[in-house]
């Protein structure tokens, strides 16, 4: 049996396709157009319990742990969601967690073993301002590490927050931040030394707040469902209140909380490779050439094989890679590979699944056409494939 399918996995998963079947197919090409998906939809999501998935009771969430997390994002793109509607709908995952764990909660589910109870200290006000009506629904949060100046080396952050009292003035700008259109705060990582130095500190900035702007929507290939956006900062004056965990010490909780949203990524990969799988394998036993139906031949068959062993495997190392960290195991280097593994399995069976399709693969009609640009960024976001490279090496001691 799976690690993902014991009885309450079973009903999860099953909650969470009647929630895509019903809240999410018959809007999605809408929302796609639109460039966002609606508020409405995180209040929806959060009322069956959806949205607070692997983030602790204590916190508003429903509890679960990173697996549960992982099935939700694997059943909503299987059920045929997109990795571009988990970006913008759970961009909490990413937004969140670093003031879950300030406050003592584990952070998000997606960084040690099972949540649910666990008391709160410390940062328990921001829990309160940001966390709880994020997890309701009520509320969007952003996470905004990357600059236009970079976004692999995150010690180069040049973003400023100078202290001023029971300040810091802020200045600097991020971009292709997602949900940073909607986002009612934003989650920034900050130098509070001088720029470069690699001193972060995590600051919670509210929209709305005089000098930082919103800038540009984002045009981009995929997630185009997920609004993506500029972000400046001119002299904006944020309550030491609104800092996560303690000065200078943002560095080290960014990198923790990477292996969250690296896993989830290599979860989109792969569950976007068995929802083409499953595409390309209906289309090819529906769609006839030269009087047989594609499914027929041998050189088709083998494809869908060769497709559907690709995306098991990955599934399974991710899975295998997931269960150690929610064993609270020190697996940097193999969640970097579960990402590298998934996306080149993604990566490889989105472009087949479309080959097959023929032109019609090529249309916007096609589901699988969706899943061919949403792919791409899979291999970027959250640490590029070749930054996962780095970090495999040195795993390796080179
Ligand atoms: C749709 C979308 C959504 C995003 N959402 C967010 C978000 O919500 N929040 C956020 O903070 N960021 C977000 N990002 C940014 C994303 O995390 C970065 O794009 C990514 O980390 C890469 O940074 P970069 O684009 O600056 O590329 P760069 O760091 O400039 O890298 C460019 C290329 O050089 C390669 N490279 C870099 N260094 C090395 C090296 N040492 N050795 C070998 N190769 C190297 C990279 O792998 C890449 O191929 C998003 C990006 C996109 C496109």
């Keep these: 049996m799976s690690i993902v399918d014991t009885p309450e996995r079973r009903q999860l998963r099953e909650l969470t396709r009647s929630f895509v079947t019903r ?70 995952g990413i937004a969140l967690p670093h003031m879950v764990a300030a406050a003592g909660g584990q952070s998000g589910g997606l960084l040690r073993g099972r949540l649910g109870g666990g008391q709160l200290r410390g940062d328990d006000d921001l829990v309160d301002r940001y966390v709880r009506p994020t997890l ?12 236009p100046d970079g976004g692999s080396d995150v010690a180069a952050i040049r973003t400023t927050a100078r202290r001023d009292g029971d300040h810091y ?15 009612d705060f934003v ?21 709305g707040t005089p000098g930082f702007t919103v800038g540009r929507r984002l045009e981009k290939l995929g997630w185009h469902c997920s609004d993506t956006a500029e972000l400046s900062f001119v002299d904006v004056r944020v309550p030491v209140t609104n800092r996560i965990g303690e000065e200078n010490t943002g560095f080290l909780a960014i990198m923790q909380h990477f292996a969250a949203e690296r896993l989830s990524l290599a979860t989109q990969a792969y569950a976007t490779a068995q929802r083409c799988v499953e595409l390309a394998t209906r289309w090819c036993r529906d769609r006839a050439t030269f009087g047989r139906p594609l499914a027929s031949r041998q050189l088709v068959r083998h494809r869908l094989a060769e497709m559907h062993t690709r995306a098991e495997a990955a599934r399974a190392y991710v899975h295998e890679v997931a269960a150690r960290v929610a064993a ?27 080959q097959l399709h023929g032109g019609f ?18 291999g970027i976001g959250g640490g590029t494939t070749e930054i996962m490279n780095e970090i495999i090496a040195k795993g390796m001691g080179l």
């Design 23 to 92: 809240e999410v197919l018959p809007h999605l090409a809408d929302w796609e157009r639109a460039g966002e998906v609606p508020r409405e939809l995180h209040a929806t999501a959060a009322k069956i319990g959806l949205l607070g998935i692997g983030f602790p009771e204590s916190v508003g969430g429903s509890g679960g742990d990173l697996l549960d997390s992982i099935l939700v994002t694997e059943e909503i793109i299987r059920s045929g969601g997109s990795s571009g509607l988990i970006a913008a709908l759970f961009t909490h």
């Design 136 to 147: 309701a629904g009520t509320m969007i949060g952003a996470l905004a590490i990357t600059e």
């Design 169 to 183: 003035v802020v200045n600097g700008s991020k971009t292709y931040i997602t949900s940073g259109v909607r986002a």
């Design 187 to 207: 989650t920034t990582a900050v130098c509070t030394d001088f720029p470069g130095s690699g001193e972060l500190s995590v600051l919670v900035i509210d929209k």
């Design 328 to 354: 609270g195991e020190p697996v940097v280097t193999e969640v970097a590979m579960a990402k590298n593994v998934a996306v080149a399995a993604c990566d490889q069976v989105v472009d087949q699944a479309l």
């Design 361 to 378: 693969g090529y249309l916007r009609d096609a589901e699988v056409e969706r899943h061919y640009r949403d792919a791409r960024i899979l």
